[in-house]
């Protein structure tokens, strides 16, 4: 079946880059996204991308899509100590009702 | 203020006593998700549901059910739990048009003794 696969942990130095990458296997994906996870709260949509688009820019917030590899990205600028959390890259096929979530990517920001 | 609420937040239980999980979003919302959440797998789908009296399996159905009587409420019902689902379960909303984003509880902690 569908699957999404992305790394479990990363630290980074407050100031610095994050990258946190997703791999999907699904290649009728329509819409991609990134969701946050505070400490003892639910999931809030951090930002999405539509498959026919390669990059998409919020803010601090960098999407890059290579649908050809299945490869999604999320890209976080001037990363600060309130960006710690659990990110989870999800993707809705042709469903719409049916979601797939990665296993979360732990991110831990130090000073 | 448009929200999902589950209830309770916390629950411990026996193996085999029945409960039911709640959950209403008051977004008028026509689809509903529940999924669990475990370390190192994520969140899994259970059921979702399209509208009411409408729903279907997620990838982990076994040992659950759902109903949706009533658009608002979707209760995720456990007739017999076990250890293993032992787990932090969310609820989620989305609705049938737009960009499929969905909308989360803030969990539910259920333990299985």
């Known amino acids: 079946g569908e699957d999404v696969e992305q790394s479990l942990f990363l630290s980074v130095r407050e100031g610095d880059s994050s990258v946190i990458n997703c791999t999907y296997t699904d290649s009728s994906s329509t819409y991609l996204y990134w969701y946050k996870q505070e400490p003892g709260a639910g999931l809030q949509l951090l930002t999405y991308i539509f498959s026919n688009m390669d990059m998409k820019q919020d803010q601090r917030l960098t999407v890059l899509l290579n649908k050809k590899d299945k490869h999604l990205s999320l890209r976080i600028a001037d990363t600060q100590t309130g960006d710690s959390a659990i990110y989870f890259c999800?993707?809705?096929?042709?469903?719409?009702?049916?979601?797939?979530f990665g296993a979360g990517t732990q991110v831990v920001v130090t000073p | 203020e448009a929200q999902v609420t589950q209830n309770p937040r916390y629950l411990i239980t026996v193996t085999g006593k029945k409960l039911t999980v709640t959950c209403s979003q008051n977004?008028?919302?026509?689809?509903m998700s529940w999924y669990r959440q475990d370390p190192g797998l994520g969140l899994r789908q259970i059921y979702y549901?399209?509208?009411?009296?409408?729903?279907d399996k997620g990838d982990v159905p076994e040992g659950y059910k759902v109903s949706r009587k009533e658009k608002r409420n979707f209760p995720l019902i456990l007739e017999s739990p076990s250890p293993n689902q032992t787990s932090l379960y969310f609820c989620?909303?989305?609705?049938?048009?737009?960009?499929?984003?969905?909308?989360f509880g803030a969990g539910t902690r259920l333990s299985v003794l």
């Open positions: 977004m008028n919302h026509e689809y």
């Open positions: 549901s399209m509208n009411v009296e409408v729903t």
């Open positions: 999800a993707e809705r096929g042709d469903s719409w009702g049916k979601f797939q």
């Open positions: 989620a909303s989305t609705p049938a048009t737009g960009l499929g984003i969905q909308y």
